[in-house]
């Protein structure tokens, strides 16, 4: 498995992120459930490495409740000081009530438009883009301007960026990395 050329980001120490880097990042996932665990670990990103949110992925999946928006959206604060209290998630008071306040945007624009990943089709088009050097582009732009005026936090443009390349949208593996697509 390490003798594959991968991106320069992923640490070839790290096997979670050796599975995430080839199984996941840059490959297409558009079920809803995916859409809305990637969305709430993206947004804990926010000032730290993807690294440190993807070793705490597990810890982060069973303390809230397997990423399942329905029950998130109805956390009070009993279950936010129980989540502030979890050593093994990042415990950030903006970002818990940020994941709680987006699972109910979640669930609204699931109801609006029938599923979250139709909601994207009408910014995405449902095509893939291949790109490398960024960190913002005109698509995560609008996508995070929607977002936002719908409600949703930590959701500026950089992250949505990387939620993009996460969930496949964007493909922005280093030329050199065994996944690369032209």
Same mark, same amino acid.
């Given at each position: 498995?390490?003798?594959?050329?991968?991106?320069?980001? &992923? @640490?070839?120490h @790290?096997?979670?992120?050796?599975? %995430?880097?080839?199984?996941?990042?840059?490959?297409? *996932?558009?079920?809803?459930? %995916?859409?809305?665990?990637?969305?709430?670990?993206?947004?804990?990103?926010?000032?730290?490495?993807?690294?440190?949110?993807? *070793?705490?992925r597990?810890?982060?999946? /069973?303390a809230?409740?397997?990423?399942?928006?329905? +029950?998130?959206?109805?956390?009070?604060?009993? /279950?936010?000081?129980?989540?502030?209290? @979890?050593? @093994?998630?990042?415990? *950030?008071?903006?970002?818990i *009530?940020?994941?709680?306040?987006n699972?109910?945007?979640?669930?609204?624009?699931?109801?609006?438009?029938?599923?979250?990943?139709? %909601?994207?089709?009408?910014? +995405?088009?449902?095509?893939?883009?291949?790109?490398?050097? /960024? +960190? +913002?582009?005109?698509?995560s732009?609008?996508?995070?301007?929607?977002?936002?005026?719908?409600?949703m936090k930590?959701v500026?443009?950089?992250?949505v960026?990387s939620?993009?390349?996460?969930?496949?949208?964007?493909?922005?593996h280093?030329?050199? &990395?065994?996944?690369?697509?032209?």
């Amino acid at each position: 498995m390490n003798e594959l050329k991968r991106c320069k980001w &992923c @640490n070839m120490h @790290n096997e979670r992120y050796i599975r %995430y880097h080839d199984e996941e990042w840059g490959v297409a *996932n558009f079920d809803d459930s %995916y859409l809305f665990e990637m969305l709430l670990l993206e947004s804990f990103q926010a000032g730290l490495s993807w690294e440190c949110v993807l *070793n705490k992925r597990e810890a982060f999946r /069973k303390a809230f409740d397997g990423f399942d928006a329905e +029950t998130i959206a109805k956390y009070g604060e009993e /279950k936010i000081a129980e989540l502030m209290a @979890n050593p @093994n998630i990042i415990r *950030n008071r903006l970002k818990i *009530n940020a994941a709680v306040n987006n699972a109910k945007v979640f669930l609204q624009i699931q109801r609006q438009y029938g599923s979250f990943r139709e %909601y994207l089709k009408g910014f +995405t088009k449902e095509q893939q883009i291949v790109e490398l050097g /960024k +960190t +913002t582009s005109p698509l995560s732009d609008a996508l995070s301007r929607d977002l936002a005026k719908r409600g949703m936090k930590f959701v500026g443009s950089t992250i949505v960026y990387s939620y993009l390349q996460a969930i496949g949208v964007i493909v922005s593996h280093d030329p050199e &990395c065994f996944m690369y697509q032209k």
